[in-house]
């Protein structure tokens, strides 16, 4: 049996004294992650005989190398994965040696599998990143740096491998890490520490490697060991999401879940952060018997001195230091899901213990992993990057992720297939007004729109040009303001004339035109005002977009549902007649297409209704959804 494999012979202290690191490995196919953690723990800390036997018979069924043991299969545990060769889900892996125990992960090297990816790096303080010396840098290499710097993940090892196959060239070695260094600069990494590794080999893995002398670094083991992270939860505010309300009977009401993030003893001062209601600890129960000190990563029940509401879902915290609790905030996010993500689709959020339902709003843009640089966007396709507005129904609370990542991580459920569709980190809250205990001055979209008495919404009338929303818009505005409401009327021919007098009509001007009453609209709607656009707006996603800005029930997409041909006829502007005499060009119905709405909030059919019978239904529409959503 080779030494490599053999139990080591030094005296290991008990696995609960030692430091602990969790690292991941990832990098593109093929670089040879799985070979190099399978080689780190066979050195490390040996293998059994029975586990010896089973690598044997693995690697003489499955192997890829001519060696007698093939490291890669200690980890490529399912069947899929030994019959392509390449790592499909995160194997996850525990070894120790005398000075550090360690949690790694093996994540998946092909873009199809870059969610899992990113699942493995949620919960690691340091990435191994593996590079192929003849290959370089390629993409999957450059998406998963950026991935990792976007969750968080501060120090990283560029395990430059396969160097005996470029005959540990010392000038290879220093081109790829230079590269690196150079695209890596912007990604806010606070370490990187670059290794030649044959992890075939052993070189340079668990010891110095004779076969390099120009290499005057550590071993890659001999880093792991020593590395300081510098990622301790215990200095962080105190977090503790509620899980369970714990009623055995009448006489104990506890509060189960784990610290997140702090430590907390019997008699601290804390505070519900959603409702602001203070108490302090009682006791602190564990299944040891009572704790007086509880810190990260304990899983306890509380009981407080003060009967105050707390429900799955809360969070206790630090009066003094208190997270965000608000409804608006952006976020970053993986797309995991093969359906693109779209403004104005619905999931389920799952903060914490917390899960509640979340409209996806503006995607402001995706990250290109090449380039680092973020390009506008109209929707996330399958591993993309981007940075999003996200609303949620009730109030969450979170930390920005850059500050505690226990708190400032989230997924995205699709609430059809419940599969998650993203994982994605909290940015900053866009409401900060809605952030009640730290801005309680600050004047809200809600206290606007009380002193005005009325329930702010946007009435957005779409139809082809000549159907008769502009008419219909003003008799509505004008009923409204008889009736007491405050409103602000958008006609889309007036704001061609100013605020959109740069835009053309052609398909991209069309949604830049539309986009932007999107966002006038929105303002108007925060300043407490009842918003009337009267808008072709021809293209179903720019609606879609526009009505992502709202909270769900404030945007009301009314279809002024007229036939073309009694259009030609109103002809109100003469614009049919232009058209045909070829004055006008990229007219809406005739030389561009209209797409009617796929779910209107109300249909008029304008051959049938007069206009002020039309405008009646509005009002009427408009009466009875804020007498439904102030209920």
């Known amino acids: 049996m080779p030494d490599a494999l053999a139990p080591p012979a030094n005296d290991a202290l008990p696995l609960q004294s030692r430091s602990e690191l969790r690292f991941l490995t990832c990098g593109s196919v093929d670089d040879g992650k799985s070979t190099l953690i399978g080689r780190l723990i066979a050195d490390a ?30 980890l490529d545990g399912l069947e899929a994965e030994r019959e392509q060769g390449i790592t499909i889900d995160v194997a996850y892996r525990f070894f120790a040696t005398p000075r550090r125990a360690f949690v790694v992960a093996d994540t998946p090297g092909h873009r199809q599998y870059t969610r899992n990816m990113a699942t493995g790096a949620s919960n690691a303080e340091l990435a191994v ?37 470029v005959d540990f060239s010392e000038a290879r070695f220093r081109e790829i890490a230079a590269a690196f260094a150079s695209f890596a600069a912007p990604l806010a990494f606070h370490s990187v520490v670059a290794i030649p590794v044959s992890a075939r080999l052993g070189d340079n893995v668990a010891a110095r490697s004779a076969r390099m002398p120009w290499y005057v670094g550590p071993a890659l083991l001999a880093h792991l060991e020593t590395v300081e992270t510098g990622l301790d939860a215990e200095e962080a505010p105190l977090r503790f999401p509620v899980q369970w309300v714990n009623r055995p009977d009448g006489d ?47 899983s306890v029940t509380l009981t407080l001195a003060d009967e105050i509401d707390v429900i799955r879902g809360d969070v206790l915290t630090d009066p003094r230091r208190r997270p965000t609790v608000t409804r608006r905030f952006s976020a970053d996010l993986v797309w995991m899901d093969e359906t693109a993500a779209l403004p104005g689709k619905r999931f389920l959020l799952k903060i914490g213990t917390s899960t509640v339902p979340v409209t996806l709003g503006r995607i402001a843009d995706t990250l290109d992993v090449e380039s680092l640089r973020r390009a506008p966007a109209g929707e996330l396709a399958l591993n993309a ?44 809250s866009l409401d900060a007004a809605s952030d009640v ?31 008769g929303k502009s008419t219909i818009a003003n008799i509505v505005e004008r009923k409204l303001v008889a009736l007491g409401r405050q409103t ?6 007036n704001l061609r004339q100013g605020l959109n007098a740069d835009l053309g009509f052609d398909e991209a001007s069309r949604s830049e035109n539309v986009r932007r009453v999107g966002e006038v609209a929105k303002l108007m709607a925060d ?5 009337i656009v009267a808008l072709v707006s021809p293209f179903q996603a720019d609606r879609t977009r526009a009505a992502a800005l709202l909270p769900e029930g404030r945007f009301l ?75």
Not at 440 to 466: D, F, H, M, N
């Open 527 to 531: 300043a407490g005002l009842i918003a």
């Open 385 to 428: 990057i981007g940075r999003v507005e996200l609303e949620t129904a009730q109030l969450v609370t979170f930390d920005p992720y850059a500050e505690n990542r226990q708190t400032g991580a989230f997924i995205l459920i699709d609430r059809a297939t419940l599969r998650t569709a993203a994982a994605g980190m909290v940015v900053e």
């Open 45 to 74: 800390s040996g293998l059994l005989d029975d586990q010896v036997a089973s690598l044997k018979d693995d690697s003489r069924r499955f192997g890829t190398t001519d060696d007698e043991f093939d490291f890669a299969l200690l």
């Open 437 to 467: 205990h730290r801005h309680a001055e600050t004047v809200t979209p809600a206290l606007r729109a009380e002193i005005k008495a009325q329930l702010p919404l946007v009435v957005w009338l779409t139809g082809l040009p000549g159907s």
């Open 488 to 493: 602000m009327l958008l006609d889309g021919d």
């Open 557 to 631: 997409e009314i279809f002024v549902d007229t036939p073309l041909d009694v259009c030609r006829q109103r002809d109100p502007k003469g614009l049919y007649a232009k058209a045909e005499s070829g004055k006008v060009v990229n007219l809406t119905g005739r030389d561009q297409p209209y797409e009617p709405p796929e779910d209107p909030t109300l249909v008029l059919q304008t051959a049938e209704l007069s206009p002020e019978e039309a405008a009646d239904r509005i009002v009427e529409l408009v009466l009875e959804r804020i007498g439904a959503v102030r209920s």
């Open 129 to 165: 990143l593996l590079v192929d010396a003849r290959k370089g840098l390629v993409e999957q290499t450059r998406r998963h740096a950026a991935i990792v710097s976007l969750l968080g993940i501060r120090h990283v090892v560029l395990a430059v491998n396969k160097i005996d196959l």
């Open 252 to 298: 104990f009401r506890g509060f189960t879940g784990t610290v997140a993030s702090g430590r907390l003893a019997v008699g601290d001062r804390i505070v519900v952060a959603a409702s602001g209601k203070p108490s302090s600890v009682a006791r602190i129960v564990s299944f040891d018997g009572d704790l007086p000190v509880a810190v990260a990563g304990r």
